[in-house]
């Protein structure tokens, strides 16, 4: 017995082995790395100089890091909670019983797959003020577009309308805890009568809840890490309005090279993620619903 | 008794037929909002290929013509001889199928024996991984950059390629998960077959798991395909570009030259609509997979 133990704890190891590696590689050693170097400044090309909490008085009087923030923290409020808004929407739409709605699945869920710089690069362009498709639309409805990326009003809420483009993971996973809804729920209320707007809110919703609870943490994550989007697009202007704050960690990381006073950024925004994530998690309690009842879909393959 | 009855039926019938009134009125509905949400987000792919085709002056043209007259091909030609983004994507292919092996293989090497094998701290060591997941990935970008400039591994592919031999935490969850679903008697029976463990992953588990490991490779290319962080931090010589740093070179260089930049675009993003034309359902599996852990 004891000897078979001992064989699977051995094999155990060694197959999980590559993860432990890369953890303590990858993982533990720079963070703790990054922990110290945050109170160091550290220039790559000179030596070390130890400042203690220095790093961090700075960034509280740094009028840019409060700008990032800002503007990070407009653009998560702005984008995740219109991106959830979208998700659910299209995925009502598509768990109807509809011919074709396979080919709206993939056209919804298309977007999100291709992110980065090439469509950065589309972005720039629909949203040129001049010769872009954005303004040729709302040129359409008698609008005339404003100068987007160009302006210190609008170029967030433009890279805003690009994120509702690529909704399509929320949209699946909605799509999922949908199609795991009892249909008995349905009939029942709408025996007693309840419209579809009641049934909505006293069914759907609760019921979905887990799933917005999943969608809701992973696009705030999420949100608090954009970076590629700004930095093809406006590289942080007009005047700082689309400084993200990855962007601002970035450039003073790689283009002023003050590595430990990008550190201590990286660890403010660890605490930032940590503290919305665990806020999010203790106030689940309260609007998640789960019932052991509801079964989870199975997989379809 | 029968005028109840009466009552009740017609009552059941007006509430069908209103029912399916309704649901007549809401299919059509629902067919605008699908028609029009849909051409929204078919309309970006269509603006870029449309200005892709076009002369230098027609980009500038308003209101703009979806058709171009003529179609220009050559613009292809002319945004991968501009800068060299044939040799990009060689970079790019090296990079991601080498990507693509190491976590493919140690990602499944490291699941299956969290979910299958009983060793000691098994679960604190799950719980670990899980948490890692949530570590923004900059925390650890600067000390990685410091100690990979000290190993001398700037402008190299190694920072890009060599930690993906190392699991992926989420690769790892998604297959574990997958494993778990794996009745134990498949494990017995080759136990009793006298297979070790290595055998049992390779010869039973593996070729059970292989919606998975298709959902994974698809994942693990359109992520290091369209990774633009890595390569903009670790690579330097324009000979060792990735295809993204490529056409952010493109976008800065030839920023005006609309037609070129949307030819380079439609390349980039060419074997990714591909791909997930093609393996559209085990993308969605795996989202669907990586949503279900509640």
């Known amino acids: 017995m004891f000897r078979v133990s001992q064989r699977e704890n051995i094999v155990g190891f060694l197959f999980i082995s590559p993860w432990i590696l890369g953890f303590l590689l990858f993982t533990l050693f720079p963070m703790i790395y990054s922990f110290v170097l945050a109170f160091y400044d550290w220039n790559p090309f000179g030596s070390p100089?130890?400042?203690?909490?220095?790093?961090?008085?700075?960034?509280?009087?740094?009028?840019?890091?409060?700008?990032?923030?800002?503007?990070?923290?407009?653009?998560?409020?702005?984008s995740v909670p219109l991106g959830l808004l979208v998700?659910?929407?299209?995925a009502m739409l598509l768990n109807r019983e509809l011919v074709g709605r396979g080919i709206f699945r993939t056209i919804f869920y298309m977007p999100s797959l291709v992110s980065g710089v090439a469509i950065s690069v589309v972005w720039l362009w629909i949203f040129n003020s001049e010769f872009g498709l954005m303004n040729w639309i709302l040129s359409k409805f008698g609008i005339k577009g404003p100068q987007w990326l160009m302006s210190t009003t609008w170029a967030l809420p433009a890279l805003i309308i690009m994120s509702?483009?690529?909704?399509?993971?929320?949209?699946?996973?909605?799509?999922?805890?949908?199609?795991?809804?009892?249909?008995?729920?349905?009939?029942?209320?709408?025996?007693?009568?309840?419209?579809?707007?009641?049934?909505?809110?006293k069914i759907t919703l609760p019921l979905l809840s887990p799933s917005l609870f999943f969608n809701l943490v992973m696009g705030v994550i999420g949100s608090f890490q954009t970076f590629t989007q700004a930095y093809v697009m406006t590289q942080g202007g007009p005047l700082y309005s689309t400084l993200f704050y990855i962007l601002y960690l970035y450039k003073n990381g790689?283009?002023?090279?003050?590595?430990?006073?990008?550190?201590?950024?990286?660890?403010?925004?660890?605490?930032?993620?940590?503290?919305?994530?665990?806020?999010?998690?203790?106030?689940?309690?309260?609007?998640?619903?789960?019932?052991?009842?509801?079964?989870t879909p199975e997989v379809k393959r | 008794m029968i005028i109840v009855q009466d009552i009740t039926e017609s009552s059941i019938n007006k509430f069908l037929?209103?029912?399916?009134?309704?649901?007549?009125?809401?299919?059509?509905?629902?067919?605008?909002?699908?028609i029009s949400i849909g051409i929204a987000m078919l309309l970006p792919f269509l603006w870029m290929i449309s200005s892709s085709l076009k002369s230098r002056?027609?980009?500038?043209?308003?209101?703009?013509?979806?058709?171009?007259k003529p179609i220009r091909w050559h613009n292809y030609v002319e945004a991968m001889t501009t800068v060299p983004f044939g040799r990009f994507i060689k970079n790019s292919i090296q990079i991601t199928i080498l990507v693509i092996i190491g976590q493919v293989v140690s990602s499944s090497l490291v699941a299956f024996g969290f979910a299958r094998l009983r060793f000691i701290g098994k679960n604190i060591l799950f719980m670990i991984l899980l948490s890692t997941m949530m570590i923004p990935y900059h925390v650890t970008l600067i000390p990685l950059f410091i100690t990979f400039r000290k190993i001398g591994w700037i402008n190299t592919f190694k920072p890009l390629i060599i930690p993906a031999y190392f699991?992926?935490?989420?690769?790892?969850?998604?297959?574990?998960?997958?494993?778990?679903?794996?009745?134990?008697?498949?494990?017995?029976?080759?136990?009793?077959?006298?297979?070790?463990?290595?055998?049992?992953?390779?010869?039973?588990?593996?070729?059970l798991i292989k919606p998975v490991l298709i959902t994974i490779t698809i994942f693990s290319f359109l992520w290091t395909w369209n990774d633009f962080m890595g390569p903009?931090?670790?690579?330097?010589?324009?000979?060792?570009?990735?295809?993204?740093?490529?056409?952010?070179?493109?976008?800065?260089s030839y920023g005006t030259e609309w037609h070129l930049l949307m030819a380079a675009s439609t390349i980039a993003l060419l074997p990714c609509l591909v791909i997930f034309f093609i393996a559209q359902r085990y993308i969605i599996g795996g989202i669907v997979l990586s949503g279900l852990k509640q």
């Open chain 2, 57 to 68: 002056g027609d980009v500038f043209i308003f209101p703009p013509e979806w058709i171009p």
């Open chain 2, 17 to 34: 037929g209103r029912k399916s009134m309704r649901k007549l009125v809401g299919d059509i509905f629902c067919y605008i909002l699908l």
């Open chain 1, 87 to 90: 998700a659910l929407l299209f």
């Open chain 2, 167 to 207: 699991g992926s935490p989420f690769f790892i969850f998604l297959l574990r998960q997958y494993i778990m679903t794996i009745p134990l008697a498949f494990d017995d029976a080759a136990k009793i077959d006298g297979c070790g463990y290595f055998q049992l992953f390779y010869k039973i588990i593996v070729p």
């Open chain 1, 254 to 295: 790689f283009q002023y090279f003050k590595m430990g006073y990008a550190s201590a950024l990286a660890w403010v925004l660890f605490g930032i993620i940590l503290a919305l994530t665990l806020l999010i998690f203790k106030s689940s309690s309260i609007w998640v619903y789960y019932e052991a009842e509801v079964k």
């Open chain 1, 164 to 201: 509702l483009w690529g909704t399509g993971n929320s949209m699946l996973i909605f799509l999922a805890g949908l199609q795991g809804l009892p249909k008995e729920f349905y009939e029942v209320a709408e025996l007693d009568g309840a419209n579809s707007f009641q049934r909505f809110w």
């Open chain 2, 232 to 252: 903009l931090i670790y690579i330097n010589d324009m000979e060792k570009f990735t295809v993204t740093l490529g056409l952010n070179l493109f976008r800065y």
């Open chain 1, 49 to 78: 100089v130890w400042t203690g909490v220095k790093n961090y008085i700075t960034l509280f009087n740094d009028p840019l890091f409060w700008q990032s923030l800002k503007v990070t923290t407009i653009y998560s409020i702005g």
